[in-house]
């Protein structure tokens, strides 16, 4: 009887030290998931005074549409844009100008080269903003930045070597693909210039914590007082091209596109 009673409180002390160690290890093992949640807590969280931000670029119709649908002006349905960017910077007033009340409009503008959100956006980018038809939103960049009211963005347009060179956008810094009047069209340039994109709202868009702002590529602006029924196809191979160099005879429509550019980009705060 005395051997089963110490048989007995032998077992029942291999169970108290299972449980035991059952529960450090339950204490260990949620100290380490809250250390782990603070340090990723930690890691997302910005430096004092600045802001978690991501920049994209996208196309629309302006007033008359909006992005995420089908793009169609002046009797051009796009059915494909690719724009390709370099030195991209924006500027902005800083928040405690915009808290002291003064007016956007008398502030000198500070500039966020060296963050890490302009580091990653002055890096050449090839972002398709219309795909199958449709607006989509590319990323330009993210990172830190500083907080404040952004007024503008300054960037070039690039001629797009991250491409193959078999690829037709090679070389292009903008590429538009298209139907008119149910034929291929291409409107392209090579051209590499600066392109000011001022703020849509006169207080600019204000970024502070977990922010987002768009380049939107207005298509209505670019092509404004283009008439697209005098395309034509000069070389007769199917295909309208509205190039530089008098490409297809479509010089004076090439040239009003690219003198609408400067306009046509504006920097909004993404819904």
Excluded: H
Aim: hydrophobic residues 40%; proline residues 1%; contains cysteine.
């Amino acid at each position: 009887m005395a051997s089963q009673l110490d048989q007995i409180e032998v077992n029942q002390n291999k169970i108290t030290m299972i449980k035991n160690f059952v529960n450090a290890a339950m204490i260990a093992f949620s100290a380490g998931i809250i250390l782990s949640s603070c340090s990723e807590n930690e890691d997302q969280m910005p430096s004092e005074g600045n802001s978690n931000a991501r920049l994209f670029a996208t196309a629309s119709e302006g007033s008359s549409g909006s992005s995420n649908s089908r793009v169609i002006v002046n009797g051009f349905s796009s059915t494909e844009f690719t724009v390709a960017t370099a030195d991209m910077e924006l500027r902005y007033a800083a928040k405690a100008d915009i808290q002291a009340g003064i007016n956007l409009g008398n502030i000198t503008l500070k500039t966020n080269v060296n963050s890490s959100l302009q580091t990653s956006a002055a890096q050449t980018k090839s972002l398709t903003i219309i795909a199958n038809g449709d607006s989509r939103a590319a990323l330009v960049a993210e990172g830190e930045t500083p907080e404040g009211n952004y007024a503008e963005a300054e960037f070039k347009l690039k001629k797009n070597t991250t491409v193959a060179s078999s690829d037709p956008k090679f070389n292009k810094s903008m590429w538009i693909k298209g139907q008119v009047n149910n034929t291929e069209a291409i409107v392209w340039t090579e051209t590499e210039k600066t392109i000011r994109a001022m703020a849509e709202a006169s207080n600019g868009v204000e970024v502070e914590g977990q922010s987002e702002m768009v380049l939107d590529f207005d298509m209505t602006k670019l092509f404004a007082g283009v008439d697209f029924s005098l395309a034509v196809d000069g070389n007769g191979d199917g295909k309208i091209e509205i190039g530089p160099n008098g490409v297809d005879g479509n010089t004076l429509l090439y040239s009003r596109i690219m003198s609408n550019v400067d306009g046509a980009v504006t920097l909004k705060k993404r819904n």
